[in-house]
């Protein structure tokens, strides 16, 4: 099931993607729902990101292909991005003053659907609504220079995400791509996260409680690719869809 959260006529509704269609749900997908009967052309309206979190952590470090000479970390490294940094497909990721090294790291994103607290594995699992695609934007500068990483990761703009929840998916080997202005920058399978995305909901559990609708980007594979104004970036996972977001200074 593929879950859509989108503004119509200035109002924010949920839905289930069916082809080119929304089946409009009652209620937000983090409740009991059920369809209204009514569908709409998924053209009419503008696709945002398919949750509003009240927290947004994410994991550094958690492909080897992307550990460079760092040792591979025992526990997932978390950082937390904020929840003003989410942006929508199609979004614009606006290049901030200050840091003219800013890259795109394409992530596969989990979003809860239950409370979870101190949670097992298997716990954790069973608290997931499904997983999206995700663009952990970064300010190389900033992330080297800054104390923290409040600015580096968690600018406005900086957390693009979408453009659909799937659930009932196998998050454990999905193809996750980026592409720079249709470049191929970045190619790997989830199969390859040092810690799998279980692992990670039932680490962060043990210290933060998660709430509906939560987000938690799981971190890149490979090398990251600088971006510059007028760029178009598509991260893309198999299953779920293409998350395009355009560049601006």
């Keep these: 099931m593929k879950l859509a959260r989108y503004d119509l006529n200035g109002n924010v509704e949920y839905g289930i993607v069916d082809g080119n269609k929304i089946q409009k749900l009652d209620a937000c997908p983090f409740t009991d729902f059920k369809e209204t009967g ?5 053209e009419d309206v503008k696709l945002l990101a398919p949750t509003k979190p009240s927290k947004v952590l ?3 470090l958690n492909y080897r292909s992307h550990l ?4 591979e970390p025992k526990n997932p490294e978390i950082f937390i991005k904020t929840p003003s940094c989410i942006n929508d497909p199609e979004g614009d990721i606006v290049l901030p003053d200050g840091d003219d090294d800013v890259h795109a790291e394409g992530e596969l994103v989990v979003i809860i659907k239950e409370r979870t607290s101190k949670a097992s594995p298997d716990e954790a699992a069973a608290n997931i609504l499904g997983v999206s695609c995700g663009n952990d934007v970064s300010a190389r500068t900033w992330q ?3 104390l923290q990483w409040w600015r580096a990761k968690a600018s406005d703009t900086f957390g693009p995400m979408g453009p659909v ?5 196998d998050y454990s080997d999905l193809q996750l791509e980026t592409r720079i202005n249709g ?4 190619s790997q399978t989830t199969a390859d996260l040092i810690f799998p995305v279980p ?4 680490f962060i559990s043990q210290a933060i409680t998660l709430e509906p609708g939560d987000a938690i980007y799981t971190g890149t594979p490979g090398t990251t690719t600088a971006l510059k104004s007028g760029d178009v970036v598509e991260v893309e996972i198999d299953g779920i869809g293409v998350l395009r977001n355009s560049v601006v200074a």
């Design 58 to 60: 994410a994991v550094g």
């Design 183 to 186: 470049d191929v920058v970045q």
């Design 165 to 169: 929840v799937v659930t009932d998916i």
């Design 38 to 42: 009514e569908s709409i052309s998924i």
């Design 199 to 202: 692992e990670i909901v039932s």
């Design 68 to 71: 460079g000479d760092a040792p």
């Design 144 to 146: 080297k220079n800054d």
